[in-house]
């Protein structure tokens, strides 16, 4: 009833091409916003911020950056994790070695550096297809491993192999609580965000999208594979690397190479497939799913008086989440992203559906 | 010899190359080195054993199988711990019921409803099969490390003591990994060209409106029965020389590399993948490895971890359908 276009008329074309071309869906959006920066600081608790939300925007971005690979661009990918470690060794010694830059800056290096390294793994991408390229990414996941493992200049020599991080610092102001923290990472989330938004809807996401649903046809009206793939590599790895760099400095604070393993990369690929392939809002859905999902399993028996051993829950979780994949490939492949359309659509025509 | 090979060749004679240099090193002994390749041989055999159960699927049903890792180690929880409470003969009886009773489950459940859906799309299933069966497993065959005996000694044999010096150490276990393996692969053969169900199956393997036809349903439960038979056998063999437990997933990733490398529909190409997997890691290993670490000061080895993913990646960027796999045109 209140859900309806009916009336708003486009009478340029720049307000024909609004991301969000209903009113009551930007005044939605802007309430989302308005709460996420002012109300959520006000009442979230240190556990909420530290446990659940500043994990969940970090790993949406993460998905976005997957999500553009393999929802836009259709290249499966399972070494996603090995960017994030790019981009957070990237930050590591950045901040380390040259401790007068800022940290803004040390993002956008640490993407541009496993955008970069995004581009060697995705040169084979140009001749390996589909499920072949899927292994050919676990060569990046496992290299990257062991690198960082083995080779001591990444970690500055540290004895151990694990590297631990300051405090955030930007133009004098130290991001040490948790809200701040948060609104930071929000920050970043959200302009990053309406980056990608941006960009799946310009040529080079078309670009994607056609190389994506038939390469050989994309190629003979004129769109480069060459081109269309790598960067969609070096997009999406730019994305990854921003995402780990948060990941390593604001949430884990000091971290060893294990914490970018093959089980991250899966998880990120569960991300982008419950949430939605070719869907930056499913992003986020996947990433809530994904990363509460466990908390929620790990909370509720003990709430409801029935305890689960720590092995049993991490067994039971294993299980769900398995189930759930094969659950959604059947029951709705395009995921969380298109059962939220499909409410709109019920909406706009809600109550008179006929 | 055409022009189209010529890459390959320069590839394999690198390779060759590669694997002879360690010889030209003072301190490398003909032994050794003949012991290195044979320990990556059969290495080699047992990603083999694996990587077969994935080119069988693949090869059937054009499902790219991410849970046969987790189908070995499934497999191998089972005999070990059905064989706590009776003999292993019907502990490997049973668990090839069991292997047969999840086929048909995951055929009803995962394969059936997605039937024409593309390929990518089955890929994650599997994923999906992959958790669900680690955490199934587990579950309800707890996840201790568990042995299976096999009853055989674990005690090495030295051979060919008059060839080289100081002759070469063998294990029992891994010989009779390789005879087992070898007689997989005779027993696969005989049942694809010999019995009418496996020539119904190379039939409907790249047509899947035709298998429908003939009842797929029924075939991708007797491929997948197959691979878990498969799994079995190698869930026995890496179960009763690694020990069960969790990690054997980890070894049995290595199975991908391996298939992409051979072809991803040649049970052939699976185990010649194998074995060119196994010594070339061995080989890394031992002799690459502490080259590595003393040029660059790393903090350790283990370039067995990413070898075989980036040999893999090499082969494929030169011949992107694998060794024996087919050529793939194409069309708009």
Not at chain 1, 79 to 86: D, E, K, R, T, Y
């Amino acid at each position: 009833m209140f859900y309806r276009e009916a009336g708003q008329f486009k009478a340029t074309y720049r307000a024909d091409q609004q991301i969000l071309p209903i009113r009551q869906d930007r005044l939605f959006m802007a309430a989302v916003l308005v709460f996420a920066f002012l109300v959520v600081p006000l009442i979230a608790t240190p556990y909420v911020f530290q446990a659940l939300l500043i994990p969940f925007l970090i790993y949406a971005l993460a998905a976005i950056g997957v999500n553009l690979l393999v929802g836009y661009c259709g290249q499966i990918s399972l070494g996603s994790a090995a960017f994030m470690a790019v981009g957070a060794y990237s930050a590591y010694n950045l901040v380390v070695r040259v401790p007068e830059l800022n940290f803004l800056i040390v993002l956008a290096l640490s993407g541009i550096a496993a955008a970069a390294v995004g581009m060697v793994f995705g040169v084979p991408s140009l001749r390996i297809k589909g499920l072949y390229l899927a292994v050919a990414t676990l060569a990046a996941q496992f290299f990257m491993d062991w690198l960082f493992a083995r080779v001591r200049w990444f970690t500055n020599y540290a004895s151990s192999g694990s590297v631990s991080t300051m405090p955030v610092n930007l133009f004098g102001f130290t991001f040490e609580s948790p809200p701040e923290k948060y609104l930071l990472v929000l920050a970043i989330v959200v302009v990053m965000t309406l980056l990608a938004k941006n960009l799946v809807r310009s040529h080079i996401g078309r670009a994607w999208m056609a190389i994506r649903d038939m390469d050989v046809a994309a190629e003979v009206i004129g769109i480069r594979p060459v081109y269309a793939k790598l960067t969609a590599f070096a997009v999406s790895s730019f994305f990854l690397g921003v995402a780990g760099a948060l990941w390593g400095f604001v949430h884990l604070g000091s971290w060893e190479p294990a914490a970018f393993n093959l089980n991250l990369s899966l998880r990120l690929l569960f991300m982008v497939i419950i949430g939605g392939m070719g869907s930056i809002l499913g992003s986020f859905f996947g990433a809530a799913f994904i990363w509460f999902l466990p908390i929620f399993l790990n909370q509720v028996p003990a709430a409801l008086g029935v305890p689960l051993a720590t092995t049993t829950v991490s067994h039971l979780e294993l299980m769900i989440f398995g189930a759930l994949i094969v659950f959604f490939l059947i029951a709705e492949p395009h995921g969380l992203a298109r059962l939220w359309a499909i409410g709109k659509e019920k909406l706009r025509l809600w109550p008179f559906p006929h | 010899m055409s022009t189209k090979n010529l890459p390959v060749i320069i590839l394999i004679v690198l390779l060759a190359i590669g694997m002879a240099l360690p010889l030209l090193q003072k301190d490398t002994t003909p032994g050794f080195y003949v012991e290195v390749v044979l320990g990556g041989l059969m290495s080699g055999v047992l990603y083999s054993l694996v990587a077969m159960g994935f080119a069988l699927i693949f090869k059937a049903s054009g499902v790219f199988n991410f849970a046969q890792g987790a189908m070995v180690l499934f497999a191998a929880l089972s005999i070990a711990r059905i064989a706590e409470h009776m003999p292993l003969w019907a502990a490997l009886a049973a668990t090839v019921v069991i292997m047969a009773a999840l086929a048909w489950v995951i055929e009803r459940l995962v394969l059936r409803p997605l039937v024409n859906q593309e390929a990518i799309v089955l890929f994650m299933a599997t994923l999906g099969v992959a958790f669900f069966l680690d955490g199934f497993g587990q579950t309800v065959w707890g996840s201790d490390i568990y042995k299976i005996d096999l009853g055989i000694a674990k005690e090495p044999v030295l051979i060919l003591e008059n060839v080289f010096q100081g002759g070469i150490l063998v294990n029992r276990d891994d010989a009779v990994a390789a005879a087992l393996a070898a007689l997989l692969v005779v027993g696969l053969a005989l049942f694809f060209q010999k019995t009418p169900t496996g020539r119904a199956l190379r039939a409907v393997a790249d047509d899947h409106q035709a298998a429908q036809s003939i009842g797929i349903p029924l075939i991708w439960v007797i491929v997948w029965a197959v691979a878990g038979v498969v799994a079995i056998v190698a869930g026995t063999v890496w179960g009763s020389k690694l020990g069960v437990q969790f990690s054997l997933q980890d070894v049995a990733l290595k199975a991908l590399p391996v298939v992409i490398l051979g072809g991803l529909t040649s049970v052939p190409g699976a185990i010649v993948g194998g074995l060119i997997v196994g010594v070339g890691e061995k080989m890394a290993e031992v002799f690459l490895s502490p080259v590595l670490v003393k040029t660059f000061d790393l903090a350790g080895g283990g370039i067995e971890n990413w070898f075989a993913y980036v040999l893999a990646l090499v082969f494929l960027l030169v011949r992107p359908e694998g060794l024996f796999g087919e050529r793939h045109i194409d069309r708009v």
